[in-house]
């Protein structure tokens, strides 16, 4: 038997979602200096040890050696009180991959105890009006994984978090997605959006927030495409990129979600994938390849996937070149680096060229751009105290750039930030950078140029 | 465990929000950044918010005979803040108050749980800034420097932390508080207290306030990089900088293992041939002054058969600096263990002792890197090693032992910067002979005569 063959039929390989030993190693690289303390947003609001990076190393450590029990109320409860941002990332000297180590730990949870957590923290958020509406938004977002599972009759894992969460709790897709008041993205296009000459063809990848939060973001993203003369596939069978069942740690779902995506990716013979959600294009670009590192089938095609995705201002600015907008935008604009978008997918520098290359925009930027808004996809839901004390610095840093407008390169952060300036900033605008592009290309056309 | 009522007790004195006793709180406190040293979990974590609530706790701490061990940011690499004999760790985190900058009195006021970096930031619109610049200045604390005395990059021209501390409030291990020294520049009344509980680490008295010196921040800079082919010339070039009457603010020194693995890891296109290679920064308030100093440095480098790079501007003194900050990540990068020491030799033995410590970590065939502050003589010997291989963590140990006896051979000390606490305390005795261990004894026992704080560390606890 040749080497190549003894993968193929040999025992199914393991990853550190599947068995917590594996990240001993990923662990043992901490050295504890507390370089994270200056960089997670958690700590920074809390000023605990525990809610730092190292203190979860150092109970994660304690877990392996049975000194504390995984499914100890107060272990998890620390291990859910992190944002999975991956900032702590950034300056450890000896690059432990905390996002791993998060996401294995809390695989492991669900391993052994299910999902009993989620449903805690939803009811827990039924309680508490004033996170009503952003429950309602990421409820929806929950609620149509489960939808398309009873629709579609995909097979997504009985033990998705989403089975657990019922109609009886308010999060049913009928009261939600009326709620939302918004036709979404990819039942407003056709599966294939043709542009004049075109001379590329690319997929995008649309992930559920452009999708149903602001389809009109999408929708500016295929008009920048048109516009660069690019045909575009938006095939309908794509679903959630599966990041926030990730992080959650129920990897079976984010395997099926993975390999249907790929397969529907696979389908549409483009060479590129688009992405305009940090969260999404990181899944793609490292999560798939790491989830199914074990499959002999897919992991191959994980890796090819992985190294065509772009982020939009990756592709427009490094791929192709685009065409130079005319239009005048007469904003004062500043930028958030999203946590996926700048920590996982290295995309910072993208954005800012192309917000700087609108002529009529003012760019100004703020003290700490890349700081975490606090998100965190259900984060604020379930931390919403510490959450509010992480967005109101962010505010604050924008606040004082005196911009009109936030630009950010993540759904995810354009609805924290949204509520956040609604709250105590000044009314800024918070819009896809991409919208600002295409804003500039519909002014040339309606004659507003710049001359 | 404490006992229930003591708990409520501290909770009283605290407030509940200010207490913390759960399990996973405990794991969080058990450890700081020192290698090779076990987790200790306290019974319970305070965070005092005044100086009174710290004499309460003191006091509450002391009829029980319960240990105290004052904490910052739990950044220190000799095991200050790990509480080895259980009881209150009493964290600093929450006192985190910049009291005044006083810019006409050159000084600022500050509260123990102080960022470094947070203060540099609050006097920078002044033009001012305050120089100790451990390696941790974006997390360690105020309070936690005061009492490691910490040094950093800047030590040669700066000085370390005892040099910026003008005055200080103290909770004694009897609960009383002190207050001693202020804003002026000298001060002649009484002992020089702040120098006794500067470089305590806690075992002397709880820091709950600092008084500190600030400085005009320096206007001119040039950065120079100097290649070396062999160890003398570069020990000669660091001779040589001196005699030529320059103070670098910045003289820092890498050997060749330090040099070849910093380039594997991080791929800046160091001279992988080169046996040392020094990075200096001279600067100061004149352009001439400073253009003069680097013409010197850099004489200084060509007759020492040195190779230069300089930077002419802020992104080509990045890059020169990249390789030194470089030093301790690519190091780590090779094992799962840093152990990081810091023994310091006059400066004039710096080559001797860089080629002791090669010989020693091939004596005991370990990976070990050396770089440090040449211009101060601080060296950080790096031992790299896997901690689960309790076979060479033995032979680290011995190494250890080695690097230390050769460090007093040659006039030096244990530790330049990075204190005694739990790990280096077996070899004091070493250095100071038994008059200074007794000496340590009674300053230790007539301020603490029960060991509450800190115990452990430093002194060790009186046997009855
Ligand atoms: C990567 C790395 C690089 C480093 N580089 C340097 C360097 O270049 N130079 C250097 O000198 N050090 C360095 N250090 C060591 C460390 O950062 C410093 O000693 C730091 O100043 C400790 O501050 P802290 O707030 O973390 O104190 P902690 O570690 O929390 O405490 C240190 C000691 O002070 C005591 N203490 C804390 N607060 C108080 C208080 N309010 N009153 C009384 N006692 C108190 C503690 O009990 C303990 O003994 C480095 C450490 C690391 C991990
Ligand atoms: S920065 Fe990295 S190595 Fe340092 S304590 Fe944090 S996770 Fe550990
Ligand atoms: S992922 Fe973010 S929130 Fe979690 S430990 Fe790292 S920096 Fe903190």
Request: proline share 5%.
């Amino acid at each position: 038997m040749t080497s190549t063959e003894k993968t193929k039929v040999g025992p199914v390989r393991k990853t550190y979602h599947d068995d917590l030993a594996i990240v001993r190693e990923e662990l043992d690289k901490c050295m504890k200096c507390g370089n994270c303390m200056s960089v997670c947003p958690v700590y920074g609001a809390e000023k605990l040890e525990t809610s730092v990076t190292r203190s979860k190393i150092a109970v994660a450590e304690a877990v392996l050696d049975g000194e504390l029990e995984l499914d100890d109320p107060e272990v998890y409860d620390m291990l859910f009180n992190c944002l999975v941002c991956k900032s702590c990332m950034t300056g450890c000297p000896t690059k432990v991959d905390f996002g791993r180590i998060i996401v294995a730990l809390r695989a492991a949870l669900v391993r052994k105890n299910g999902l009993p957590w989620l449903k805690k923290m939803i009811f827990s958020t039924m309680k508490h009006p004033k996170l009503f509406d952003a429950g309602l938004r990421i409820g929806a977002a929950m609620q149509s994984l489960a939808f398309k599972s009873d629709k579609g009759g995909k097979a997504i894992s009985p033990r998705s978090p989403f089975a657990l969460v019922g109609g009886g709790i308010g999060f049913d897709a009928e009261r939600q997605m009326p709620a939302l008041n918004i036709t979404p993205l990819r039942e407003r296009v056709p599966e294939v959006v043709n542009a004049d000459n075109a001379w590329l063809k690319v997929a995008f990848f649309t992930g559920d927030s452009l999708n149903y939060f602001y389809p009109d973001a999408g929708m500016d993203l295929i008009e920048v495409l048109t516009a660069n003369n690019i045909e575009i596939h938006i095939p309908k069978a794509q679903n959630c990129c599966g990041v926030p069942v990730l992080v959650h740690g129920d990897i079976e779902t984010v395997r099926t979600l993975a390999r249907n995506n790929i397969d529907t990716f696979d389908k549409t013979g483009c060479e590129y994938l688009i992405t305009g959600c940090g969260s999404c294009g990181g899944a793609w670009q490292h999560d798939y390849t790491d989830i199914l590192a074990a499959d002999p089938v897919y992991a191959p095609r994980a890796e090819y996937w992985a190294k065509r995705t772009y982020d939009i201002s990756t592709f427009l600015t490094r791929v192709i070149t685009l065409r130079p907008p005319k239009g005048r935008v007469e904003r004062v604009v500043t930028y958030h680096d999203s946590c996926h978008l700048k920590k996982s997918m290295k995309v910072f520098a993208e954005p800012r060229e192309i917000l700087k290359s609108i002529p009529g925009i003012t760019f100004k930027e703020m003290s700490a751009p890349d700081a975490c808004c606090g998100s965190g996809g259900s984060y604020v839901l379930s931390h919403y105290e510490t959450s509010s004390i992480i967005g109101r610095k962010k505010i604050d840093d924008i606040n004082r750039t005196k911009a009109d407008t936030v630009s950010v390169g993540c759904p995810a952060c354009m609805m924290q930030l949204l509520d956040n300036v609604h709250r105590g900033g000044a009314e800024q605008d918070v819009v896809h950078y991409i919208s600002l592009l295409a804003e500039s290309y519909r002014k040339e056309k309606d004659g507003q140029g710049s001359a | 465990m404490l006992d229930k009522i003591i708990i409520e007790q501290l909770e009283t004195v605290a407030g509940k929000k200010n207490v913390l006793t759960s399990k996973v709180d405990m794991v969080a406190y058990s450890y700081d950044a020192t290698a090779d040293l076990p987790r200790q979990s306290p019974d319970i974590v305070v965070f005092p918010t005044s100086a009174e609530m710290v004499q309460d706790i003191v006091n509450l701490a002391r009829r029980h005979k319960i240990a105290i061990y004052p904490r910052g940011a739990g950044t220190n690499l000799s095991g200050g803040a790990v509480p080895l004999k259980k009881g209150i760790v009493l964290s600093f985190q929450k006192m985190d108050q910049i009291l005044e900058v006083d810019a006409a009195n050159l000084t600022a006021v500050v509260q123990p749980g102080v960022i470094i970096a947070a203060l540099n930031a609050a006097v920078a619109p002044h033009g001012l800034i305050y120089p100790p610049d451990p390696g941790t200045v974006a997390t360690a604390t105020m309070g936690g420097s005061a009492a490691e005395n910490s040094g950093g990059l800047r030590g040669l021209k700066y000085g370390v932390t005892k040099n910026y501390i003008m005055g200080m409030e103290v909770v004694l291990a009897n609960g009383e508080k002190v207050r001693f020294g202020g804003k002026t520049v000298k001060n002649v009344t009484a002992y020089d207290f702040s120098n006794l509980f500067v470089g305590s680490e806690g075992t002397l008295g709880i820091i709950t306030e600092l008084t500190t010196k600030l400085i005009p921040a320096p206007k001119y800079r040039r950065t120079m990089m100097g290649i070396f082919k062999t160890l003398t010339d570069a020990g000669n070039a660091v001779a040589g900088i001196i005699a030529a009457h320059v103070i670098p603010a910045t003289l820092e020194i890498m050997d060749r293992m330090t040099i070849r693995t910093v380039e594997d890891f991080a791929h800046i296109g160091l001279p992988v041939h080169a046996e040392a290679l020094l990075l200096i920064e001279v600067d100061g308030m004149s352009e001439d002054l400073v253009h003069t100093e680097a013409e010197a440095v850099m004489q200084v480098v060509k007759d020492n058969n040195g190779d230069l790079k300089t930077a002419e501007t802020d992104q080509e003194r990045d890059q020169l600096w990249l390789a030194r900050r470089n030093a301790l990540p690519a190091l780590a990068s090779l094992n799962n263990t840093v152990v990081l020491e810091d023994a310091t030799v006059p400066r004039s033995r710096i080559t001797d002792m860089l080629i002791a410590c090669e010989a020693i970590g091939k004596k005991y065939n370990l990976t070990l890197g050396t770089f440090g502050h040449a211009g101060d003589g601080n060296l950080h010997p790096t031992i790299l090693c896997d901690k689960h291989n309790l076979e060479e963590i033995e032979r680290v140990h011995q190494a250890v032992d080695e690097i230390f006896k050769v460090a007093l051979s040659f006039g030096g000390t244990l530790s330049g910067e990075h204190g005694i606490g739990v790990a280096k305390m077996k070899y004091l005795g070493d250095e100071l002979g038994q008059s200074g261990l007794n000496l340590m004894r009674s300053i230790k026992e007539s301020l603490d005569p029960e060991f509450i704080l800190n115990p452990g560390k430093m002194v060790p606890v009186r046997e009855n």
